[in-house]
């Protein structure tokens, strides 16, 4: 790899490259049988597809739903369940609250580079939809740096769909339990309980290791992540101990960095210090330590339903988060929405630098 400034990309939303404001979770409620919400996506890879997810943020009575997968025409509009006589449906799903894998009763073959659709709809056959008896479906309400995937809702009965192309859509399919594609989060904001700091000098951040593909070792001059905070903070890279030894880190940055939107406390922050290496398939920790009393940070986090999801999620098993207050405490079923490395240099192995998951832009 020649040397120059690289951005290594390994957040769960690489393609999101400005972040400011506060970010909601959109909501779609299913309480008619006309109701149809779609997670239209270009899919990854070929691959024969047994289980499609998505999450559910409330639950109202029993209702049931069926779910498919289908073709999308030029259009952008569910044109038909796939399959055949042997259709890549399931019918009478009742969700649960959280992310809701199901099994469709006929396997699916989809080809990489093809937009399909997977579709929730009413099911009649069993507890129609209706006032009482309901689910709410979460959509994350950020817009990526591309078209797909996106959301589209009918409430004709699918004759007539609006696709909304400003907003993500939380949606899985997979070919086995360890091999899942598409976006399979429950949940994204605030960390997990505990994962939040208050105490100057302890730090919020995640735990990731870099791949021998990369090299023996690159070198790092530093990062941009997501934060939530209220007061001074401190952005770093630590060794994998519970004494907290620094590896790097930037300056103090205070709560009004003079930005023109220095108004919200949630933003993409960058942090630079002097060079240094990280070895490959070692594990770091990188994140913000609090420098001021009486305040508060978090990272911002996507939430898995457990760890096995995030692990089977498009090479994440090498990222999840972390915070220090005594000691360090991970969590394995979370990934942070947004962290770059800054990359100068590594040690050549004949092998050309790449993205984990979501390719690299130089």
């Known amino acids: 790899m020649p040397q120059g400034l690289y951005r290594l990309m390994l957040g769960g939303l690489p393609g999101l490259s400005s972040y400011y404001g506060d970010v909601t979770t959109l909501q779609k409620v299913l309480d008619a049988t006309n109701d149809h919400l779609a997670f239209i996506f270009v899919c990854e890879e070929d691959a024969t597809i047994v289980d499609?997810?998505?999450?559910?943020?409330?639950?109202?009575?029993?209702?049931?739903?069926?779910?498919?997968?289908?073709?999308?025409?030029?259009?952008?509009?569910?044109?038909?369940?796939?399959?055949?006589?042997?259709?890549?449906?399931?019918?009478?799903?009742?969700?649960?609250?959280?992310?809701n894998w199901v099994t469709l009763d006929n396997s699916i073959t989809l080809a990489a580079g093809t937009l399909y659709a997977i579709v929730i709809e009413g099911d009649a056959s069993g507890t129609a939809p209706d006032g009482s008896n309901n689910i709410i479906v979460p959509i994350l309400g950020i817009q990526l740096n591309r078209y797909f995937p996106l959301s589209s809702f009918s409430t004709d009965g699918g004759s007539n769909w609006s696709a909304d192309s400003n907003c993500t859509p939380m949606f899985g399919y997979r070919a086995s339990s360890t091999d899942a594609f598409g976006f399979p989060v429950?949940?994204?904001?605030?960390?997990?309980?505990?994962?939040?700091?208050?105490?100057?000098?302890?730090?919020?951040?995640?735990?990731?290791?870099?791949?021998?593909?990369?090299?023996?070792?690159?070198?790092?001059?530093?990062?941009?992540?997501?934060?939530?905070?209220?007061?001074?903070?401190?952005?770093?890279?630590?060794?994998?101990?519970?004494?907290?030894?620094?590896?790097?880190?930037?300056?103090?940055?205070?709560?009004?960095?003079?930005?023109?939107?220095?108004?919200?406390?949630?933003?993409?922050?960058?942090?630079?210090?002097?060079?240094?290496?990280?070895?490959?398939?070692?594990?770091?920790?990188?994140?913000w330590k609090l420098n001021q009393a009486s305040t508060a940070c978090y990272v911002p986090s996507l939430g898995f339903d457990a760890a096995g999801t995030r692990s089977a999620f498009g090479g994440y098993d090498s990222l999840q988060g972390g915070v220090h207050t005594t000691v360090w405490t991970d969590y394995n079923d979370i990934i942070p929405a947004y962290f770059d490395l800054f990359i100068i240099d590594s040690d050549p192995h004949g092998i050309e630098m790449q993205h984990l998951n979501a390719g690299m832009s130089r």
């Open 186 to 287: 429950e949940a994204f904001g605030s960390a997990p309980s505990g994962a939040a700091v208050t105490t100057v000098g302890d730090v919020s951040g995640w735990k990731f290791k870099l791949p021998g593909s990369l090299g023996r070792r690159v070198k790092v001059s530093g990062f941009e992540g997501v934060v939530w905070r209220n007061g001074d903070i401190i952005g770093g890279i630590y060794e994998d101990n519970d004494t907290l030894t620094a590896i790097g880190e930037g300056a103090n940055m205070d709560i009004d960095p003079g930005w023109p939107f220095s108004f919200t406390n949630l933003m993409n922050i960058p942090v630079s210090f002097d060079p240094v290496w990280l070895q490959t398939e070692v594990w770091y920790y990188a994140g």
């Open 52 to 99: 499609v997810g998505f999450p559910v943020v409330t639950l109202n009575g029993s209702p049931d739903y069926k779910v498919s997968v289908q073709s999308v025409d030029g259009n952008l509009t569910p044109s038909g369940i796939l399959g055949g006589g042997s259709p890549a449906s399931v019918g009478l799903v009742t969700p649960a609250v959280g992310f």
